[in-house]
C-alpha cells in the first residue's frame, strides 16, 4: 500500500490561446497596479506589445534579460523597479526572463507574473538562479513561485525549432528525471508521466510545423507539469552533471540537459525497472533511455558532449567535480560509473 506525505507549490495558472489578453484584468483581481515589463533584447516587441496591453498599469519596460541572471543585470533591473515605482513584474519570454523577475521577487520584494514563451519550466518552481564572477548560485525560495502565469501557446509560435527543440527535451529531462525516482511524490510522478506523453507526442510535430498551434499547445501544457514535477519534486545526478558541464565548461543549458538525458536515465535503470517501464509506456517506446536517445536523434538535436566542444580528455575532471560531494540519485553514485556514463555521452551512441 502506497504511503506519502504531499505537499505542492501555491501555483497559479491560466492556459489557453489568447490568454494573454486577460493579464490586465488579472493584475487587477492580485490588486497590482505598477508592473515593470521585464524581456530580453531580442523580445523587446514582446515586452512593448505587454506594454500597450497595461496602458496605465505598465510603470515601464526593462529590455536587458540576459542568460543565468547576471548580477548586474538584476541590480540595474531592481533600480528601475525602484525608480519607476513598480509593484509587480511582468515578464515575457523563456528562463532568462523569467530568472529575472524571480531576482526581482526577492530584491527589492516585487511579486511577478510570467508570460512563459518556451519550454523551461521555470516559472512552476521556486528555484532561482543567479550569476556573479562566473559562478552560478541557486536556491528555493518560495517568494520566487509567479503569483501568476499565463500560458498562451500563440506567444510561442515564432519559437525557432533550433531553440524549441532543445528546450523541449530539457522539460523532457524535469520529468523524466521525476518519474524516475522513488524519492518523487506519486501525484507528482503522475504529472511527470503525463508531461512526458505530452512533450513525446507534440515535439515532433512543433519540429516539423513550428505554427501547429494544437501541437505547440500540447508541448506548453507538458513543459508546464514537467516545471511543475521539478518544481514539487527533486534531483539527482543528471543535474550534478548538468551543472558541472554548465558551471565549469561554460555548456549551454539546455543542450547539455539533451545530451545527458538518455545516460542518466540508462545509468538509474537497473535500480528501479518498474518505473522504467512506465517511462517507456509514456514515450511509446521499449526502453526508456534508447526512446530518448532516439527521439532526440530523429529531431536533429545534438546527442554527444563532442557536439558542444567536449574534449575527451575532459572527462575524468568532470566525473571529479560531480562526485566531489555526495549524489543522491536511485542508483548509488561511483566516480567510475559517472566515468563510463560520460564516456558514452562522449560519444554519443544509444546507451547500454
Ligand atoms: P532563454 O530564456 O535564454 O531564451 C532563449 C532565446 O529565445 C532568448 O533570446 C529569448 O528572447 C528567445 N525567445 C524566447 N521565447 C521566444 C519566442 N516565443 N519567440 C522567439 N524568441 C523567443 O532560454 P530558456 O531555455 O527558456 O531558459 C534558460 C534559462 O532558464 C537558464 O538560465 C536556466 O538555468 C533557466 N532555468 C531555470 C529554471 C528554474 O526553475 N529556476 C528552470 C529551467 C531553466
Redesign the pocket.
Known amino acids: 500500500m502506497k504511503e506519502f506525505r504531499l505537499q505542492t507549490l501555491p501555483w497559479n495558472v491560466i492556459f489557453g490561446a489568447g490568454k494573454l489578453a486577460a493579464l490586465p484584468q488579472e493584475l487587477t483581481a492580485l490588486g497590482l497596479e505598477r508592473a515593470l515589463v521585464l524581456s ?1 533584447p ?2 523587446a516587441a514582446d515586452a512593448e506589445r505587454i506594454a500597450a496591453l497595461l496602458g496605465d498599469a505598465c510603470a515601464a519596460t526593462f529590455t536587458g534579460a540576459r ?2 541572471v547576471p548580477a548586474d543585470v538584476a541590480a540595474a533591473a531592481a533600480n528601475k523597479a525602484r525608480e519607476c515605482g513598480a509593484d509587480c513584474s511582468v515578464s515575457i ?5 523569467t ?1 529575472l523577475g524571480k531576482a526581482l521577487a526577492l530584491d527589492p520584494g516585487i511579486p511577478l507574473v510570467a508570460v512563459p ?2 519550454y ?3 516559472e512552476m ?1 521556486n ?3 543567479m550569476t556573479d564572477g562566473g559562478r552560478k548560485r541557486t536556491g528555493r525560495d518560495l517568494r520566487v513561485l509567479p503569483r501568476l502565469t499565463i500560458y498562451d501557446a500563440e ?2 509560435l ?3 525549432p533550433a ?1 524549441a527543440g532543445p ?1 523541449g527535451m ?1 522539460a523532457l529531462a524535469q520529468a523524466t528525471i521525476n518519474a524516475k525516482d522513488p524519492r518523487t511524490n506519486p501525484v507528482i510522478a503522475s504529472m511527470a508521466l503525463e508531461a512526458i506523453r505530452a512533450i513525446a507526442a507534440a515535439l515532433p510535430i512543433v519540429m516539423q510545423s513550428p505554427r501547429d498551434l494544437d501541437a505547440r499547445g500540447e508541448l506548453l501544457y507538458g513543459a508546464s507539469l514537467a ?1 511543475a514535477a ?1 518544481g514539487a519534486g527533486v534531483t539527482s545526478l543528471h543535474h550534478r552533471l548538468c551543472h558541472t558541464l554548465g558551471g565549469s565548461f561554460d555548456t549551454p ?2 543542450e547539455t540537459h539533451t545530451i545527458l538525458l538518455p545516460y542518466s536515465v540508462a545509468y538509474a535503470a537497473p535500480a528501479v525497472p518498474v518505473l522504467m517501464e512506465r517511462i517507456a509506456r509514456a514515450l511509446g517506446a521499449d526502453d526508456a533511455a534508447r526512446g530518448i536517445h532516439a527521439l532526440s536523434t530523429s529531431l536533429g538535436l545534438p546527442t554527444s558532449l563532442r557536439d558542444i566542444g567536449i574534449g575527451q580528455g575532459d572527462l575524468e575532471r568532470i566525473a571529479d567535480i560531480a562526485t566531489e560531494t555526495e549524489v543522491v540519485n536511485p542508483r548509488p553514485v561511483t566516480r567510475e560509473g559517472v566515468l563510463d556514463l560520460l564516456h558514452q555521452a562522449w560519444e554519443g551512441k544509444p546507451p547500454v
Open positions: 530580453t531580442e523580445q542568460m543565468h519570454g523563456g528562463g532568462s526572463t530568472g514563451t518556451t523551461a519550466g521555470s518552481t528555484i532561482w538562479g506567444l510561442t515564432d519559437l525557432p531553440i528546450s530539457n516545471g521539478l543549458h539546455a
